[in-house]
């Protein structure tokens, strides 16, 4: 595809539930970003993969959120036991060289998750 | 610690101008992103600054002073179809994108 595609688009989890939820950059792309972003805010960071490498998982709120890439290119994000306070858009983002460059992150769709 | 500020909403009419300002206090600075986002829609790239001085792109151009910790972004002939937010990111030393809480431009006819 032509873009960063994610899936599911929406997913409501009722409170203690697993989730996993499924980004596909963009062909190629070497970087690949997790964004969290709540209602009327900027995203923010969770975690970065370089390849298949984990560079940074600075920003994963707890233990119960795991990301991996495991070949470099589709990754997952799994958020164990959703509490109420995890309902937001997630967003996954993909760029075409490393981290030490300054170029440009293509966002997919993101998935709205809604934890009740 | 690391703060983007941005106004929280702001209201043109169409067909006309409209500046948006973003200040910035980062660990280091190695450039700085306008991103539109339609509600509803992922984040797209408008611009990116790294020297001082203003990039033109079209209707929009975005401004960078790094002394001053200053951006804005400014949009002309304004549409409609602008009305989206704005969101200002900065790139700091370990080139993690600190992001605003974005700029939400209404469009009036």
């Known amino acids: 595809g032509a873009g960063v595609s994610q899936s599911p688009r929406y997913k409501v989890a009722k409170r203690g539930q697993d989730v996993a939820l499924r980004c596909d950059p963009i062909?190629?792309?070497?970087?690949l970003f997790w964004y969290q972003q709540a209602l009327g805010q900027g995203p923010e960071f969770l975690t970065y993969?370089?390849?298949?490498?984990?560079?940074?998982k600075s920003g994963l709120p707890s233990d119960r959120f795991f990301a991996e890439r495991p070949e470099g290119s589709v990754s997952t994000l799994k958020i164990q036991r959703t509490q109420q306070e995890d309902s937001a858009v997630y967003l996954c983002a993909s760029s075409l060289a490393g981290l030490d460059t300054s170029y440009e992150q293509y966002f997919g769709p993101g998935t709205r998750l809604t934890v009740t | 610690g690391q703060n983007i500020d941005q106004p929280t909403e702001m209201t043109a009419t169409e067909g006309a101008i409209v500046q948006i300002n973003c200040t910035y206090q980062t660990s280091g600075f190695n450039g700085l992103f306008w991103y539109q986002q339609h509600a509803g829609e992922a984040p797209t790239f408008l611009s990116y600054n790294v020297l001082d001085g203003l990039e033109e792109k079209g209707r929009f151009s975005s401004f960078l002073s790094r002394s001053k910790g200053y951006s804005y972004l400014l949009l002309k002939e304004l549409q409609m179809k602008d009305s989206a937010s704005y969101l200002c990111a900065v790139l700091d030393s370990n080139y993690q994108l600190i992001w605003g809480a974005g700029t939400k431009l209404i469009i009036k006819p």
């Open positions: 062909s190629g792309h070497v970087s």
């Open positions: 993969f370089q390849n298949e490498a984990q560079l940074d």
